[in-house]
């Protein structure tokens, strides 16, 4: 059945972006660059066998929703983008997985499917909501965080482990994903009952929703106790460690992480600290990177110069974490009093109160999801790519380690049975060249057609739409985005675009870059303020300025492209525009 809903926007692509449409019905969905994730082009191994997109249509089956079936993936220029698909039987866009038409899952002979299974949805979703904080905690966690150890326990044996049990070690790898991406649907998907329910209590109580309302919910979405909070504590302690030893901070005199390691390797005391401390917080905490979904980008697990960069920047702050979490604590405490303000005693403030103690147990799922799937899950796949790239290194049929994720997934399967007569060599050789210059181009934040049913996809707000297609992109010097965490700053900009350019963000600097995930949560301790082009309002860079209580606009779209390090800006995170002053 077509979308007969008004048509908000239409790009089908230029001379600067050309798209291959394969029907009418592909050019009718509203595709999302999706720079949230995955901001480059993407790599050829992370696309087979990592996609985040994979399985969701397990959770739209395991929930019964009514407003879409799947989502699933579109790759154009090399950046991917997706869609949502309806629930229509009928409905079918050609998919890359399957070589055929795609078709919903959704039972063919009921075309009445979407309109009679919303019953069922808002049955079971109280039930995820009330109780997924505990399966998580009881249940969940532990599951994953075997599957990590057991990860890494061959990580640590690569050498001993041969080739082909190195195959056998990735399909579990693969497995493990799959596994625990239907975990984090079934997060998201109880996460949104439980705002939901929160958002229609207070509605029912107050009577109307109002901007200081949205203040207060989106200030009860922190947390103050998660995974995040922990990496940070840990850098904390390592800092204050440095702060109290001479030895140390002479080696952390230097500006570059590189060169604070070198400084470090050449004293027993700083060795003693890279093998006891910093060697802690990789273990612990180093399961993540500049764009954690990808492959191509090093862990921190494997790279300690990052790291370094961070105590660094803590030092020169001089930065603690207590006294913000602290206050973090006492304000989502206050909130949920404010919260209250105005509602008379009776079963509407009873129910309300009760939808916000579910809402708290959930809040800090959001970082700790990041934590076990998004980042860890991800990244130690990719270092059990890296593994076997190493053992193919050392057999000569590839350069570097990191080669293995320029293939695809069937390809290295050709490899790993043909060493002698398959080249890879020359397959991962044109697939660099030809990322290289997919990077050369700048992807528009939508294709395909948007319109007034489409943008209602719950998830849309994750990249700042429907508001973004308003924003002025024409006015120099002036930048419209979603205002995300209150209050105004003026700061010399530093955009950032590479994990490698973290040390240039100094104390007090507005951080500009295209999105943040957890790897980049550190720097939020040290910055004024944060402009992104992507993200909306529970995107990570939104969620962490409220929490460090920062201003911060996301969803520009073109913050990075107008917006130079050494500029002085204006971030007002209240209203979401961004002034370029000078």
């Known amino acids: 059945m077509a979308d007969t809903s008004k ?26 660059y999706d720079d949230l994730h995955c901001p480059r082009p993407l790599s050829p191994m992370y696309e087979d066998i990592a996609g985040w997109w994979m399985t969701c249509d397990h959770m739209f089956r395991r929930f019964g929703t009514p407003f879409a079936s799947d989502w699933i993936a579109k790759l154009v220029n090399g950046y991917l983008y ?20 795609y078709v919903p899952r959704v039972p063919k002979d009921d075309p009445e499917y979407a309109s009679k299974i919303g019953g069922y949805l808002g049955g079971v979703l109280p039930v995820y909501g009330a109780n997924f904080a505990d399966w998580w905690r009881n249940r969940l966690v532990p599951e994953m965080s075997g599957n990590l150890q057991y990860l890494e326990d061959k990580i640590d044996d690569w050498e001993n482990i041969s080739l082909m049990e190195w195959a056998v070690i990735l399909e579990d790898a693969i497995d493990i994903l799959d596994r625990h991406w239907k975990i984090h649907w079934m997060l998201n998907f109880s996460q949104l009952s439980a705002t ?28 103050a106790a ?65 764009w954690s979904h990808e492959f191509v980008y090093p862990s921190r697990f494997e790279t300690p110069e990052p790291v370094l960069d961070v105590v660094k920047g803590y030092l020169d702050s001089d930065y603690e974490s207590a006294p913000v979490v602290a206050h973090l604590k006492e304000d989502i405490a206050k909130a949920a009093e404010e919260l209250l303000e105005g509602i008379p005693d009776g079963p509407a403030k009873d129910k309300l109160i009760a939808a916000n103690e579910i809402n708290l147990k959930m809040a800090p799922l959001t970082p700790d999801h990041h934590f076990y799937i998004d980042q860890g899950t991800h990244l130690h796949t990719r270092v059990v790519l890296v593994c076997i790239g190493r053992k193919l290194v050392e057999l000569g049929v590839l350069d570097h380690p990191e080669d293995t994720i320029m293939l695809r997934y069937q390809e290295l399967r050709y490899l790993l049975g043909d060493l002698e007569n398959y080249d890879a060599k020359s397959i991962v050789a044109e697939r ?30 994750l990249w700042g739409f ?32 590479a994990i490698e350019e973290f040390d240039q963000v100094k104390g007090g600097d507005i951080l500009v870059c295209q999105m943040t995930n957890p790897a980049w949560t550190p720097l939020f301790a040290i910055i004024s303020g944060i ?50 002053l000078g």
């Open 531 to 580: 402009v992104c082009d992507a993200g909306g309002m529970v995107a990570h860079p939104a969620v962490m300025a409220r929490e460090f209580g920062i201003p911060g606009v996301t969803g520009t779209a073109i913050a990075t492209r107008e917006i130079k390090t050494g500029d002085h800006i204006r971030v007002n995170g209240s209203d979401g525009v961004v002034e370029i």
């Open 7 to 32: 048509v908000v926007a239409t790009f089908f692509g230029d001379e600067s972006f050309p798209i291959e449409w394969a029907n009418e019905e592909e050019k009718g969905l509203f595709w999302v």
């Open 196 to 223: 939901l329910n929160l958002r229609a209590a207070l509605e029912e109580a107050a009577g109307e929703i109002t901007k200081k309302h949205e203040e207060i919910l989106g200030r009860l979405q922190n947390s």
């Open 226 to 290: 998660d995974r995040n909070w922990d990496a940070i504590a840990l850098l904390v302690k390592l800092k204050n460690e440095v702060k109290g030893d001479s030895v140390l901070m002479e080696a952390f005199k230097h500006e570059a992480g590189h060169d604070i390691l070198v400084a470090l390797e050449a004293t027993e005391r700083g060795r003693k600290f890279l093998e006891e401390g910093l060697k802690a917080y990789q273990r612990e905490f180093g399961w993540h990177a500049v």
């Open 466 to 497: 429907p508001e973004k297609l308003s924003f002025d992109m024409e006015t120099k010097g002036k930048i419209e985005g979603l205002g995300v965490s209150p209050g105004v700053v003026e700061g010399t900009a530093k955009v950032v675009f």
């Open 432 to 461: 660099k060249k030809l990322r290289e210059e997919q990077g050369k181009v700048r992807p528009p934040d939508f294709i395909g057609t948007a319109t007034e049913d489409q943008l209602k996809f719950p998830y849309l707000n």
């Open 82 to 101: 997706t869609a949502a698909i309806p629930c229509d039987p009928d409905f079918a866009v050609p998919s890359r997985e399957f070589g055929n038409l």
